[in-house]
């Protein structure tokens, strides 16, 4: 899903620069204990793949936690 992900962000102009390993720990941690997190593992506020949105650096949580 990633390489998809990377290949529509470079269709739209926007980077796919990588945050580390323990920030993208870090910000899945953040959502796994935010109760705007869905079962199906999107987020409720904006609509995304958390797994996949927490992975780049040009990313950021609506709620502001990362």
Same mark, same amino acid.
Do not use: H
């Given at each position: 899903?990633?390489?998809?992900?990377?290949? =529509?962000?470079? %269709?739209? @102009?926007?980077?796919?620069?990588? =945050?580390?390993? %323990?920030?993208?720990?870090?910000?899945?941690?953040?959502?796994?204990?935010?109760?705007?997190?869905?079962?199906? @593992?999107?987020?409720?506020?904006?609509?995304?793949? =958390?797994?996949?949105? %927490?992975?780049? =650096? @040009?990313?950021?949580?609506?709620? @502001?936690?990362?």
């Amino acid at each position: 899903m990633s390489l998809l992900i990377d290949l =529509v962000k470079k %269709a739209k @102009g926007k980077p796919t620069d990588k =945050v580390s390993d %323990a920030l993208y720990r870090r910000r899945i941690l953040t959502c796994q204990l935010c109760p705007k997190l869905m079962i199906t @593992g999107n987020c409720s506020v904006c609509g995304c793949f =958390v797994k996949d949105k %927490a992975k780049y =650096v @040009g990313e950021s949580c609506p709620l @502001g936690k990362w």
